[in-house]
């Protein structure tokens, strides 16, 4: 630790000696500022906007018609579904590969990572393969009257699909770096597995639990190419919202369109800064992981 | 009481641990020594259940204990990283142990702090019980991971290298403090280590282990002075390697010989001589029965000083005199001196242990050892360990 406290030069983290030239510091940041802005806060501003461009009455009058409604309870259904099983099973897989060695271990790795590699268009046209009328099951599906495309069941497996890893990818890394002695000392006093489990291993990632939990939650509401394929679009059965505010553009109706993305623009900002409020609070915990063990 | 049977464990196609067999007694401290990849960790791990034999039995206190898992065997262990829950207060990770039990046996909460509070003032940190692990030193960490063994009041304790991951100051304290605490508790231990010095000072039996296999087992004072085999003459402690013959039941070492009665039955052998630099005599060039010699170097510590010395024909060794003779003979540099082995172990070439040679001393020698002979176990052949041994001085 340094115990002097310089004041640095502008726009630099180094004594003006290490730094880059003055005007090579300011185009830089002035280059990302500028990118920033455009890509990024400019259309994030008109989100809002647009929503707003007729009024705050009109706005909510959008978000009051039954379909931007029906939308609405598909997708909180469908995150609350797909999250708990991503959850459990994202646990289950990083408790797999991280505190255990075995042969295939490198493929399940390269497995959970699929549905991040695979275009979401195609993660929705598996399913139709697999469960659409001219499907594999399909036949069989029929004949028990059983429909998953182009109905709510298909829209959660896609979901489930392309959410897989989040959960997984956040716990696999803390999970190896923390080994598997709190385990085996857990054990050596008697703790049977579920006790290891819920006492030891989710306390020790409990932080990070809860980040995958957030990052699965928002691409759950905000997934737009796997559910468009498997949905069929019927008003207010099958659209999220995603696919309503993409419905509501098409047909020129800008304001409900936007209305419905300003939701999903909000539960975007909510999770940013839920995330940052996590990562400050990873950093100073003196209980928390990252501190030494 | 512990039984080890016949365990071998194999790592893929790396053998760990190959056919060892010891008994551990009630109330025993016993240190598991040998360098790293020597299978004594694996063998620690084997006891508590952490891992599993590929044959052979595991006995805790008469029962059967190779199929029971970890958490059946009640058996206190401490890893060298503490391995300390990271989101619990030091008080909560001692109680844990019995925090967890079914709700039958498991004491009233009041109980259980009053427990976890009397352990933490046993291990000497009863002000600490409400910081977290991290707000702790290594040797606190430490303290705690052995109260917390202790918690659940365990029929034995295993500690994998205790000591292994703090500064040298701390680990002399902490050993000699583990120590007196087991005199106190009276608990049968088995500890891991790579360190001689704190297997010797803490251990009341060491067992000394290389490539998976047990090379001797012996109080302290016997495995030191009496090694069973090269490789525990050399990991015990700084040695020279003296290249001799065997002759008309005499040793030859660098022109001078040495009556060795026991070496009835060899004739013309070559062995090799191990004498500690302690065991080495500096007298003035010249003196009777001595090598002639040179010194190279010369090392002030305190009270002793360390010699580099060129023995013509036996290359160069390393002698520990006291200041006394140092001064006396006035040995500085280049000086010219003559050298006595005095205490030698001889193992021939087939890697027997001969007899332990003593000559005549002169002054204030320590009282003779019996001679050891080896157990039944052949050492490796004699080119081997000549040239590890070269190798390692240079």
Redesign the interface.
């Known amino acids: 630790m340094a115990t002097r406290i310089e004041r640095l030069p502008l726009l630099s983290a180094r004594p003006a000696e290490l730094s880059e030239p003055l005007w090579a510091r300011v185009v830089v940041t002035a280059l990302a500022i500028v990118v920033l802005t455009l890509v990024i806060l400019v259309p994030l501003v008109s989100v809002f906007s647009e929503a707003l461009a007729k009024g705050i009455g009109a706005y909510l009058e959008a978000l009051g018609d039954p379909d931007s409604l029906a939308a609405m309870r598909l997708t909180a259904l469908t995150a609350s579904i797909a999250v708990p099983i991503n959850l459990a099973f994202g646990i289950a897989a990083s408790w797999t590969i991280a505190k255990f060695r075995f042969p295939g271990r490198s493929v399940l790795v390269s497995l959970i990572d699929l549905p991040f590699a695979v275009s979401p268009v195609i993660s929705g046209l598996i399913y139709v393969l697999m469960f659409g009328a001219q499907g594999w099951l399909g036949p069989l599906l029929a004949e028990y009257d059983i429909k998953i495309i182009f109905a709510v069941p298909g829209i959660i497996l896609a979901t489930i699909f392309v959410t897989f890893p989040f959960i997984a990818r956040e716990l696999i890394p803390i999970m190896e770096a923390q080994g598997t002695s709190d385990e085996e000392a857990a054990m050596m006093l008697g703790a049977g597995f579920w006790q290891v489990l819920f006492r030891v291993t989710m306390p020790n990632v409990g932080l990070s639990l809860l980040y995958g939990v957030l990052l699965c939650n928002a691409r759950a509401m905000g997934e737009f190419g796997a559910v468009s394929v498997v949905s069929g679009h019927i008003r207010g059965l099958t659209n999220t919202m995603p696919l309503q505010a993409e419905i509501f553009y098409n047909e020129y109706n800008f304001v409900a369109a936007f209305s419905v993305a300003s939701l999903l623009a909000l539960l975007a900002l909510v999770t940013l800064v839920a995330k940052s409020v996590i990562e400050w609070r990873r950093k100073r915990a003196p209980s928390g992981e990252g501190g030494a063990g | 009481m512990i039984g080890i049977e016949h365990v071998s464990k194999t790592f893929g196609r790396f053998p760990a641990i190959n056919d060892v067999s010891l008994d551990i007694a009630e109330g025993e401290l016993v240190a598991l020594l040998g360098p790293s990849g020597s299978g004594k960790t694996t063998l620690l791990r084997i006891i508590?259940g952490?891992e599993h034999a590929d044959q052979g039995r595991i006995v805790l206190d008469g029962v059967d204990a190779t199929n029971m898992?970890?958490?059946e065997r009640?058996?206190?262990?401490v890893?060298q990283?503490?391995?300390?829950?990271?989101?619990?207060?030091v008080l909560a990770n001692v109680s844990?142990?019995l925090d967890?039990?079914p709700r039958r046996s498991r004491p009233s909460r009041a109980d259980r702090t009053k427990r976890a509070r009397e352990l933490l003032d046993l291990v000497q940190i009863g002000n600490l019980g409400d910081r977290?692990?991290?707000?702790l030193s290594g040797g606190q960490r430490q303290r705690v991971?052995l109260a917390?063994?202790l918690?659940?009041e365990p029929r034995i304790l295993l500690l994998d290298e205790p000591f292994g991951a703090l500064d040298a100051k701390v680990r002399k304290e902490l050993r000699r403090w583990l120590r007196e605490l087991h005199d106190t508790l009276k608990i049968t231990g088995v500890f891991v280590t790579h360190d001689q010095e704190e297997a010797l000072e803490v251990a009341d039996r060491v067992v000394v282990m290389n490539q998976g296999a047990i090379e001797q087992v012996g109080t302290p004072t016997e495995v030191y002075d009496a090694p069973g085999t090269p490789f525990v003459f050399e990991f015990m402690g700084h040695v020279n390697s003296l290249p001799c013959t065997v002759h008309n039941r005499e040793i030859t070492v660098g022109g001078i010989r040495f009556a060795a009665p026991e070496y009835q039955e060899v004739e013309d052998d070559f062995a090799v001589a191990f004498v500690r630099p302690h065991a080495l005599e500096v007298v003035a060039p010249g003196t009777d029965g001595s090598l002639a010699a040179t010194v190279l170097h010369e090392l002030v510590l305190g009270p002793t000083v360390r010699l580099d010395i060129r023995v013509e024909k036996l290359g160069v060794l390393e002698a520990e005199i006291s200041r006394i003779v140092h001064d006396e003979l006035r040995i500085k540099r280049g000086s010219r001196i003559g050298i006595i082995p005095r205490h030698m172990q001889t193992f021939l070439s087939g890697g027997n242990a001969g007899p332990s040679v003593r000559m005549e001393e002169r002054r204030d020698a320590p009282p003779p050892t019996p001679p050891q002979m080896p157990k039944g176990r052949t050492g490796r052949p004699l080119s081997e360990i000549m040239r590890r041994l070269s190798g390692r001085r240079d």
């Open positions: 508590a952490l898992g970890a958490r009640h058996v206190g262990f890893f990283h503490y391995g300390l829950f990271r989101h619990m207060t844990f142990g967890i039990r977290y692990p991290s707000q991971a917390r063994a918690a659940i």
